[in-house]
């Protein structure tokens, strides 16, 4: 029997926030089942002249690989119309990042946690 993964999750929002935020958390429950969450916190935009970032920490559990769940996370943040033409820090309607990966951090499969 293969053990459940825990997967750390930072959600961002500045663009129709409160919707992105909660649409993303219905998201993650709809494809890994239970999530926990913190509360839902207020960060100025980094990088670049914005609106204000609504941000939360999300925390899953998975039996998918990390390049599994980024895909699973970055098909949400797709469909709630995340546009990655723009530069790096712009607007966004949403952001999901892997924090951590099981006792994972930093990097991780090639991939940057």
Same mark, same amino acid.
Request: proline fraction near 3%; charge should be negative.
């Given at each position: 029997?293969? %053990?459940?993964?825990?997967?750390?999750?930072?959600?961002? %929002?500045?663009?129709?926030?409160?919707? &992105?935020?909660?649409? $993303?958390?219905?998201? #993650?429950?709809?494809?890994? *089942?239970?999530?926990?969450?913190?509360?839902?916190?207020?960060?100025?935009?980094?990088?670049?002249?914005? %609106? $204000?970032? #609504?941000?939360?920490?999300?925390?899953?559990?998975?039996?998918?690989?990390?390049?599994?769940?980024?895909?699973?996370?970055?098909?949400?943040?797709?469909? =709630?119309?995340?546009?990655?033409?723009?530069?790096?820090? %712009?607007?966004?309607? #949403?952001?999901?990042?892997?924090?951590?990966?099981?006792?994972? &951090? *930093?990097? =991780?499969?090639?991939?940057? #946690?």
């Amino acid at each position: 029997m293969t %053990s459940l993964i825990q997967v750390t999750l930072s959600l961002g %929002s500045n663009i129709d926030r409160f919707k &992105h935020i909660n649409a $993303a958390l219905t998201a #993650l429950e709809n494809e890994f *089942g239970e999530v926990i969450s913190s509360p839902i916190y207020e960060s100025e935009a980094v990088g670049f002249d914005g %609106s $204000a970032f #609504l941000n939360s920490i999300a925390i899953i559990y998975t039996q998918k690989s990390l390049t599994n769940v980024i895909s699973v996370l970055k098909n949400i943040e797709d469909r =709630h119309g995340r546009d990655r033409t723009g530069p790096k820090f %712009s607007p966004r309607t #949403l952001d999901i990042d892997v924090v951590t990966y099981g006792g994972f &951090h *930093g990097n =991780h499969e090639g991939i940057e #946690l």
